[in-house]
Antibody, heavy 121, light 109 residues
Framework: QVQLVESGGGLVKPGGSLRLSCAAS????????MSWIRQAPGKGLEWISY????????SYADSVKGRFTISRDNAKNSVYLQMNSLGAEDTAVYYC??????????????WGQGTLVTVSS | SYVLTQPPSVSVAPGQTATIACGGN??????VHWYQKKPGQAPVLVVY???DRPSGIPERFSGSNSGNTATLTISRVEAGDEADYYC????????????FGGGTKLTVL
């Protein structure tokens, strides 16, 4: 069955960097767009980035543009989120997710369990 | 960018019907997806493409979309349905291609 497993979260100081990973299994990873979505404490869901199946197209929310970079390695069935210049507002649980549609459409059928990023001095 | 508006909270007694609205400009022209989010758990897709249910989701969950409002309806509400619910659309060619509503807290009285 489809499984998404995030890792790489933790405590980081303001201004610091972190790289999240999401390992996928149970589907043909190279055919699917992948997204990162976060939820800050007490807040709603916020989409932050997606990457096309080949990696040729990437999109970012304004809140992270210029600071975060999404990438993927289809040989390793993994998607990554490099986060730089982190601030307190980036404290959240980060989820990777994908849709059965494969592309940039449809509901997010599959989600990882989430990884917590805490930005604090 | 496209905006989705949800009421912050909805309360309903067990066994009754809960309706959660999701407002957006001409939302009927978009496909709306709904998620259930419980504390400490990943979101779960409960309705996709306005009114379809993923396998394993009870028939008590249904959706509709007309005009400027999409609606998630939960019939015969159970205590286990208490959660936050989020609507979602794709606005593919905009600067914000994935849009979530602010979420609605469903309280089962």
């Amino acid at each position: 069955q489809v499984q998404l497993v995030e890792s790489g979260g933790g405590l980081v100081k303001p201004g610091g960097s972190l790289r999240l990973s999401c390992a996928a299994s149970g589907f043909t990873f190279s055919e699917y767009y992948m997204s990162w979505i976060r939820q800050a404490p007490g807040k709603g869901l916020e989409w932050i980035s997606y990457i096309s199946s080949t990696g040729s197209y990437r999109s970012y929310a304004d809140s992270v543009k210029g600071r975060f970079t999404i990438s993927r390695d289809n040989a390793k069935n993994s998607v990554y989120l490099q986060m730089n210049s982190l601030g307190a507002e980036d404290t959240a649980v980060y989820y990777c997710a994908t849709s059965d549609y494969g592309g940039n459409a449809g509901g997010f059928d599959y989600w990882g369990q989430g990884t917590l990023v805490t930005v604090s001095s | 960018s496209y905006v989705l508006t949800q009421p912050p909270s909805v309360s309903v007694a067990p066994g009754q019907t809960a309706t959660i609205a999701c407002g957006g400009n001409n939302i009927e022209s978009k496909s709306v997806h709904w998620y259930q989010k419980k504390p400490g758990q990943a979101p779960v897709l409960v309705v996709y493409d306005d009114s379809d249910r993923p396998s394993g989701i009870p028939e008590r969950f249904s959706g509709s979309n007309s005009g400027n409002t999409a609606t998630l309806t939960i019939s015969r509400v159970e205590a286990g349905d208490e959660a936050d619910y989020y609507c979602h659309v794709w606005d593919t060619y905009s600067d914000l291609p994935v849009v979530f509503g602010g979420g609605t807290k469903l309280t089962v009285l």
